[in-house]
């Protein structure tokens, strides 16, 4: 099987946990970027300075192991998987894990209402107004 029909994309939506600081974030990204990498994980995090949208992909087992470990992390609250299913093509083959903080609550929040299909769309859909490090 090969890595390009092996794929597997979960994108989840959460909120930061109250009275944790938002450079807590960059903390969470570095740690993040190195353990990514060893399991070929690539994706994007947006964070509005409340709100995480992220979306993931790679191996469906290390997805999936990841999403285990983040919906256990304390520095998360209402973490909700909008969307997983198979992939046929990396979207973030460019680089590992990136960060953006969106301009405005509002952005994240009209992802945070949609489910699904939907819900993922509409955050690719804002990919282009993102400022991405990577």
Known sequence: ??????????????????DLPPATVGAIVTQARARNAQHQITGLL????????QHLEGPPEAVKTLMQRID???????????????LAARRYSGFGMG???SEGPHLMAG?????????LKHFLA?????????
């Not at 256990?72 to 198979?86: K, L, P």
């Not at 992802?111 to 819900?119: F, M, N, Q």
Request: aromatic share 12%; charged share 25%; proline share 0%.
């Open 46 to 53: 947006v964070f509005d300075g409340m709100r995480f949208c």
């Open 111 to 119: 992802v945070h209402a949609l489910e699904g299909e939907a819900a």
């Open 72 to 86: 256990q992390d304390s520095r998360h609250t209402d973490v909700r998987v909008v969307y997983e299913g198979a």
């Open 99 to 101: 960060l953006a903080e």
């Open 126 to 134: 804002l990919r282009s107004s993102f400022d991405i490090n990577g």
């Open 1 to 18: 099987m090969t890595e390009e029909t092996s794929l597997f994309e979960i994108f989840y939506c959460s909120v930061l946990t109250q």
